[in-house]
C-alpha cells in the first residue's frame, strides 16, 4: 500500500496580484477561515512515510481545494469579486494544477496495480458557532465503502492504543462523503483507492504547531496501519 499525502489548506497566503481584493481580510485570513492551523506542521512531520506528498500554502479564501467547481464556496465573499479572467487564473494555476498533480501520481500507482492510501490532512476549529467540537481527532471517510471502513476502524484502534486519552471519531466534525477532493478521487479510482481525511483539533495547535508527542503518536499509528 502506498501513502499519498495532502494538505489543502496549509497556509494563508494570497499571491501579490489578488491582494487588493484581501485588503481588509488579514485578521480574517489568520483565524480558521484562512487555513487550518496545524495541519502543515503535522503533514511535514508525516511526510517521510508518503510515496507522494503535495501542501498548498494558498488560503482557501482565494479558493477552496477542497471543493468541486460547481461548489457554491468555491469562492469566498472575498474573492467571488475577482474578474472571469481572474477566476480562470486562480482555478488554472492554483486549483487545477495541485490536483491534477495528487490525482496523476494516483493514477500512475493504480495502473501499476497498487493500492493507494490517500490521507488528506486537515484541522478544526474548537468551537463553530459556540458550539464546542467534542473531539480530538475526526476520520472522514465514505461508510458505504468496507476498505474505507476497515482501514479507519484500523488506525483509530492504533491511535487509541498510543494514546488513549485521544478522543477518535468516525466522520466527525463533518462527513466525509460530502464534497471534497477524496469524494472527487473516490469516483475517478473505484477500485484500489481509499480516501480519508483526517481533521485534528485544532486545541492543540499552539503558534501554528503541534506538539512533538502528537506528530509522534500519529506518525506511528499511520506507519503500523500501513505496514501491518
Known amino acids: 500500500m502506498k501513502l499519498i499525502l495532502t494538505c489543502e489548506h496549509g497556509e494563508c497566503f494570497i499571491p501579490e496580484n489578488f491582494q487588493n481584493y484581501f485588503e481588509n481580510a488579514q485578521d480574517v485570513l489568520n483565524t480558521h477561515r484562512g487555513y487550518d492551523l496545524g495541519a502543515l506542521d503535522l503533514f511535514t512531520a508525516l511526510q517521510p512515510l508518503a510515496y507522494f506528498s503535495k501542501s498548498s500554502k ?47 501520481q494516483i493514477k500512475k500507482l493504480i495502473s501499476a496495480n497498487d493500492t493507494v492510501l490517500h490521507i488528506s490532512v486537515h484541522s478544526f476549529t474548537p468551537i463553530l458557532n459556540s458550539t464546542e467540537r467534542r473531539c480530538d481527532i475526526g476520520l472522514l471517510f465514505d461508510s458505504r465503502i468496507k476498505k474505507e471502513k476497515v482501514y479507519c476502524t484500523l488506525l483509530k ?13 468516525y466522520n466527525y466534525p463533518y462527513l466525509g462523503k460530502a464534497d471534497g477532493f477524496t469524494t472527487y478521487l473516490r469516483k475517478q479510482f473505484p477500485k484500489n483507492y481509499i480516501g480519508v481525511e483526517f ?12 506538539p512533538f508527542n502528537i506528530k509522534q503518536v500519529l506518525y506511528n499509528a499511520i506507519e503500523s496501519t500501513i505496514y501491518s
Not at 484502534?157 to 485521544?166: A, C, G, M, T, V
Not at 481533521?199 to 503541534?210: H, M
Open 58 to 104: 494558498v488560503s482557501r479564501l482565494l479558493i477552496e481545494l477542497n471543493r468541486s467547481l460547481h461548489h457554491a464556496k468555491l469562492f469566498s465573499e472575498f474573492s467571488k469579486n475577482l474578474t472571469k479572467l481572474e477566476k480562470d487564473n486562480v482555478i488554472e494555476h492554483y486549483y487545477s494544477l495541485y490536483r491534477h498533480d495528487v490525482e496523476s
Open 199 to 210: 481533521e485534528l483539533n485544532q486545541k492543540f495547535a499552539n503558534n501554528n504547531k503541534v
Open 157 to 169: 484502534k492504533e491511535i487509541s492504543r498510543l494514546y488513549p486519552d485521544f478522543n477518535v471519531r
